[in-house]
């Protein structure tokens, strides 16, 4: 794994709450942390087939763009009673406006009697400038349930209760979740591999 010795780390995201949470993280690192929105750059097609590839086009395009290396993620709920859905399409199931309380009855509509059984995946890829990319997965595994309960958290929180908890993400206060989340496990491995021990 190549690790980061650059001062300065792109994050290919235009979200600027990931960017601040993803910011506050590298923290300890030293490096310094700037946006796709901060450098004016267009959000690349993501047209990948899995979560590693679009997390990988994310931050390929962008370290090229850049000329810095970039750090993209992409993340979703799967269902497996659903084929795998939504899957790389929880984004687009919310619709333009991103209306995910429709995504979540939806979800739940489509799943009936069904295994209520679910995961949610996060991909983290680093990419350089020269084409060098590597990516880090993160699961953590649940179930779902309706109504949906809490207000915390996005997406599809409200509706997922992980394993071994009795509250759904969305009842979960951010540094709880942050221990045990997706991400959480994705960004564990990025670390470890990215960066040389302090």
Not at 17 to 36: D, H, N, R, T, W
Not at 124 to 142: C, I, K, M, N, T
Request: glycine share 10%; charged share 25%; proline share 6%.
């Amino acid at each position: 794994m190549r690790k980061i010795t650059e001062k300065k780390l792109l994050v290919a995201s235009h979200n600027e709450g990931k960017v601040k949470e993803i910011s506050e993280l590298l923290a300890p690192f030293g490096v310094e942390i700037v946006s796709s929105s901060q450098l004016g750059l267009e959000e690349p097609v993501e047209d990948g087939e899995s979560f590693q590839e679009n997390a990988e086009i994310k931050a390929c395009e962008s370290a090229k763009a850049a000329g810095i290396p970039a750090l993209a993620d992409d993340s979703g709920l799967v269902v497996p009673a659903l084929g795998g859905l939504p899957g790389i399409y929880s984004a687009r199931w919310a619709g333009p406006n991103k209306n995910f309380n429709i995504a979540m009855q939806d979800v739940i509509g489509q799943l009936g009697e069904k295994d209520k059984s679910a995961y949610f995946v996060c991909v983290l890829s680093l990419a350089w400038p020269d084409g060098h990319v590597q990516s880090f997965e993160g699961r953590v595994y649940g179930r779902l349930i309706w109504p949906m309960r809490g207000k915390k958290g996005f997406g599809y929180d409200p509706i997922f209760i992980p394993d071994g908890y009795a509250q759904t993400f969305g009842e979960m206060a951010g540094e709880e979740k942050h221990k045990i989340s997706h991400r959480a496990v994705a960004f564990k491995k990025f670390i470890e591999n990215s960066f040389e021990p302090a």
